[in-house]
Each structure stands twice: as C-alpha cells, then as structure tokens.
C-alpha cells in the first residue's frame, strides 16, 4: 500500500500544480503522509484553501455534490488539534497529515487523479470537436456539459461516467449523439494507450456507461511518466 500511496500523492502534487499553480508539497515517509511548510504558515487555511480550489476544479464550487465524491471530513487529508510537527530549521516545519494507509485519505487521492485524468481527456475531445465539427471551444464545453454527467457509486468503483442523448438531439440530427459518445470514449482510450494500458485498466463499459474502476499503482505510475 505504501508504494501506492506514494505515487498517488507525487500525482496529487503534480496534477495540482499543472492545473492550478498550486505548490503542494506533500510526500510520503515510512507510514505517514506529510507535509513541509514555512514555519509561519497556518496549516488549517492553507489545506482548506487547496480543497476550495479543487472542488472549484472539479464541482464548480458545489461542495455537496463533491461530498458524494470526497470524504471531506479528510480532504485533501487530515490535519488534528495537536498535529505532529518536527521543526527542521531553515524555518522550515514538517507536519503529518494523515497515515499512508489512511483508507479514506487513499481513496480521496484516487478520487482526485481519476478526476484529472478525465479533465485531460476533456481537453482532447473539445479539441477534437474543433476540427472535426467545426464549432467553437465554447459550444465544445457546452456539449460536453450537455451530455456528460457524473454518478457516484460505490466501491468496486469511484465513480461512473454516463452520457445522454436529450441535449444533442434536440439540437442536431439524430446520429450526432452516438458521433460525439464514440469520440468520447476513444479520445479516453488514446490516453490510456499513450500511457501503455488497456480500457480495462482503468474502467468497464457496461449499461452505455464508463465504470472508472479502483486505480491501480501500475495506472498512476504510467499516467504520470506519459506527461512528466
């Protein structure tokens, strides 16, 4: 578990700078995920103000949605009253944030990298909409607001991705849904072949849904070498 929780929290750190600037620097040692901070920093706002800005990433804001997604009573971790600090000098202060085995902390951090993940391909398929339909990136994020949407499920799973035809529909001819889903799901297959793995690495289609499955060390691991 501990290799795992690893890779999740240098994806975590990664995936927060590239998208909002964030310097997140959190690291795992021995059996407990930490932080480092200047020794001034109030460590309460500055783990809640990370959370603010990916709930605002992810959920537009909308905390109780993100709530069926994140244990937020531990998101991004868990910082208590009398938190462990061990003062390193240089006025530098490392604090533990959670166990690495935490379960509900492990499962927030998958959470979050299948979240970035899915926002990478997003980016793709408004691409892809561009050039191949000829609209706008604006009218692509609006199709994809449209027919995309989000269910949270639970475990095996993290979450489940379903697609609905109403809005395409009844705004173009009929066989634009089935066009944009196709689309979809392959510009989702090409970043995982990019990374070196299979569909069925990361999720199972059934229903006409897309089931993101428990992200794997081997899933994270490659994802974050194909873009590092």
């Known amino acids: 578990m501990g290799n795992s929780t690893k890779e999740l929290v240098n994806a975590f750190n990664l995936n927060n ?39 605002k990433r992810h959920y537009l804001s909308r905390t109780e949605v ?26 530098i202060v490392k604090v533990k944030l959670a166990g690495s085995t935490n379960n509900e902390v492990i499962r927030n951090l998958k959470v979050h990298f299948a979240n970035e993940f899915e926002k990478a391909v997003i980016s793709k398929v408004v691409a892809r909409l561009k050039e ?11 199709w994809i607001r449209g027919t995309v949407q989000t269910g949270a499920i639970g475990i095996p799973y993290l979450y489940c991705i379903a697609f ?15 066009l944009f889903k196709s689309l ?3 510009e989702f297959n090409s970043r995982l072949e990019n990374c070196g793995l299979k569909s ?17 060390d081997k899933v994270v691991k490659r994802d974050r070498k194909s873009v590092v």
């Open 66 to 91: 993100a709530g069926k997604y994140y244990n937020l009573d531990c998101f991004p971790f868990v910082l208590g009253a009398n938190p462990d600090k061990e003062y390193l000098g240089n006025g």
């Open 132 to 142: 191949t339909v000829k609209i706008t990136e604006e009218e692509a994020y609006e």
């Open 164 to 178: 609905s035809n109403e809005y395409l529909e009844k705004r173009y001819f009929p066989k634009i849904f089935e």
């Open 200 to 216: 069925s690495d990361f999720y199972e289609y059934k229903d006409d849904m897309l089931y993101i499955k428990d992200v794997s």
């Open 17 to 55: 700078y590239f998208s909002d600037k964030i310097n997140a620097n959190f690291t795992v040692e021995g059996k407990k995920i930490v932080g480092l901070f200047a020794s001034g920093t109030n460590i309460g706002e500055y783990l809640q103000g990370i959370g603010e800005k990916i709930i």
């Open 184 to 186: 979809y799901i392959s």
